[in-house]
């Protein structure tokens, strides 16, 4: 059984920060591209950002320069470093992960969410 556990997430004052962080576990081979989505009432669910196995990042263009994804593949980890956050960035955010399961099946997984709000 596979499980993304996030957190980090809470309250914080606009051009605040805060770091979320996302942690693997259990039955894989291997993670290769993780993301962080978001999903504020009553939109869609949005891509965020996106980091290969290699690390290769990309961002939605709302949060370039002021959001950084990382990850650590030997911990089975990645992070999202929030900087000058937004209104606007108030939201759940999730985790996912493509993986290699151990029977060589790559899968993809979501995380149980994490709050994040942004106060004027």
């Known amino acids: 059984q596979v499980q993304l556990v996030e957190s980090g997430g809470g309250l914080v004052q606009g051009g605040g920060s805060l770091r979320l962080s996302c942690a693997a576990s259990?039955?894989?081979?291997?993670?290769?591209?993780m993301a962080w989505y978001r999903q504020s009432l009553g939109q869609q669910r949005e891509l965020v950002a996106t980091?290969?196995?290699?690390?290769?990042?990309d961002y939605v263009a709302s949060v370039k320069g002021r959001f950084t994804i990382s990850r650590d593949n030997a911990k089975n980890t990645m992070s999202l470093q929030m900087n000058t956050l937004k209104p606007e960035d108030t939201a759940v955010y999730y985790c996912?992960?493509?993986?290699?399961?151990?029977?060589?099946?790559?899968?993809?997984?979501w995380g149980q969410g994490t709050q994040v709000t942004v106060s004027s």
């Open positions: 996912h992960a493509d993986l290699l399961g151990t029977d060589f099946k790559v899968r993809n997984y």
């Open positions: 980091i290969t196995r290699n690390g290769n990042t």
């Open positions: 259990g039955n894989f081979f291997l993670l290769n591209t």
